[in-house]
């Protein structure tokens, strides 16, 4: 496998846009060192970068392509609806239409409001929750890794260079499953905590009603629940985790799969939250969530039709049954090498991850770097082992059977030692606070 137009390209990007891509999770620091791919097109689980290298990939556009890449469906939705104009000086009808969609599938939802990105929507989220409390503090959920890229949750990561101190201080941190840890937060803050937000799962499901628990102590102190469904929705079920668990969150953010890659978010809850930011209510008006580009009209158009297509196909199920088998082929063949607890596929079926361990059990970055190094020479481009609808059991069967190729060498590796076997230097997490 060459990497010749890409290396080549590699400098470019990096002096051209700072951190080489648009989303820290793409970058190079994330991938092996001398393999750098720029991507020239996709189809269904598959893509190809600029040297014709062909791989199955996972996780697809940092999880925005729940279906597949170029979804014929969604194509030609959107393409019908840019004939008729992207953008207008008043609404157009596809926005009302586009939310009666969404709305049909979210239970207790009696609102929504589109935007471009995932984080126009928790930005305006906690907005709401600060102007319907009028409290500045934001509790997040420290197992959960991503909510924004405002100052907000930023300011609260080992990379808050630019957060001013005020804000920082604003934003305290509560644990998954550990009704203590919120419990703790009301007692330490009394009357100043304006929500609380996370992903109602990630790695594993909420335990003793955690949720639940959550939202009646939130409630009981005044606090506003949000659920974070940027990845859950459209993965765990059609209705979003919330649905799964049987539990209407005040307020929840969408985005990723919700437009199959296109470009489109929803912030959606209860009236007496979302009417804040409408034109009919006499408390203090809320600027909330207006963007130029949240009505493009194209965007509207690939959601509804996402949403349809969720409607009309088993999608959820599809997701899960692929990761099902994913799980079992790979699981499998990391125990007939005998490093199930090195690799491993972990996780909801829907959205799962591999763990890449080292010789003390450890979670490793040279290791991972490794793996992600022989998985790709072998064609598959896979930072999660995430599926969408395009995945068929072919691309499940031959990828079961690369990873074990790959599992192969790593086993070498934990034998003779990972810088043996790894080519440059090792990935480094995003969260860290300087480069090197
Ligand atoms: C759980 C969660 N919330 C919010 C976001 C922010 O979404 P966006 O990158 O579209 O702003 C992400 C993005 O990865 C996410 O994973």
Redesign the pocket.
């Known amino acids: 496998m060459e990497f010749t137009k890409s290396l080549k390209l590699q400098k470019k990007f990096n002096d051209l846009i700072p951190g080489g891509c648009h989303?820290y999770?793409k970058g190079d620091d994330q991938y092996p060192e001398f393999m750098p791919v720029y991507i020239a097109k996709g189809k269904g689980s598959r893509v190809w970068d600029i040297d014709g290298n062909e791989y199955i990939e996972y996780g697809n556009g940092?999880?925005s392509v729940g279906l597949g890449h170029a979804f014929e469906p969604i194509v030609k939705a959107a393409q019908e609806q840019m004939k008729y104009g992207a953008n207008f000086v008043r609404p157009a009808k596809i926005e009302l239409d586009a939310a009666e969609e969404f709305l049909s599938v979210i239970d207790g939802a009696d609102m929504v409001k589109f935007a471009k990105?995932?984080?126009?929507a928790?930005n305006g989220a906690v907005k709401l929750a600060r102007a319907a409390t009028g409290r500045d503090m934001i509790a997040v959920c420290a197992n959960?890794?991503?909510?924004?890229?405002d100052d907000w949750f930023i300011g609260s990561t080992p990379m808050a260079g630019g957060v001013p101190n005020f804000v920082r201080e604003k934003t305290v941190k509560f644990f998954y499953n550990d009704i203590e840890s919120v419990q703790q937060l009301f007692n330490e803050y009394p009357g100043k905590i304006a929500c609380f937000i996370l992903?109602a799962e990630k790695y594993g499901p909420p335990k003793d009603r955690f949720l639940h628990r959550l939202k009646d102590l939130c409630h009981e102190h005044g606090a506003v629940f949000i659920l974070?469904e940027?990845?859950t929705g459209f993965r765990w079920h059609i209705g979003g985790a919330q649905k799964k668990y049987d539990i209407i969150p005040d307020l929840s953010?969408w985005?990723?799969a919700l437009g199959n890659g296109f470009a489109v978010?929803a912030l959606a809850g209860k009236k007496e939250f979302m009417e804040l930011g409408g034109l009919h209510h006499d408390k203090e008006r809320v600027f909330l969530i207006s963007t130029t580009h949240g009505a493009e009209t194209h965007a509207l158009a690939a959601a509804i039709a996402t949403i349809k297509f969720y409607k009309e196909n088993d999608v959820i199920g599809t997701l899960y049954e692929q990761g099902s088998k994913l799980e079992r082929g790979v699981n499998k063949a990391s125990e007939d090498l005998g490093i199930l607890d090195k690799v491993s596929i972990i996780g909801p079926h829907c959205c799962s991850v591999f763990t890449t361990r080292d010789q003390d059990n450890q979670p490793s970055q040279p290791f991972r770097t490794l793996f992600i190094q022989e998985t790709m020479k072998r064609g598959l481009l896979m930072p999660s082992t995430i599926v969408t609808y395009s995945h068929t059991d072919a691309d499940i069967q031959e990828t079961i059977e690369k990873m074990h190729d790959a599992m192969v060498i790593y086993k070498k590796a934990l034998n003779e030692g990972v810088e043996k076997y790894l080519k440059g230097r090792s990935i480094q997490p995003v969260w860290r606070k300087y480069n090197n």
């Open positions: 989303t999770a940092i999880r990105d995932g984080s126009d928790t959960h890794p991503f909510f924004s890229v992903e974070d940027m990845i953010t985005g990723k978010s």
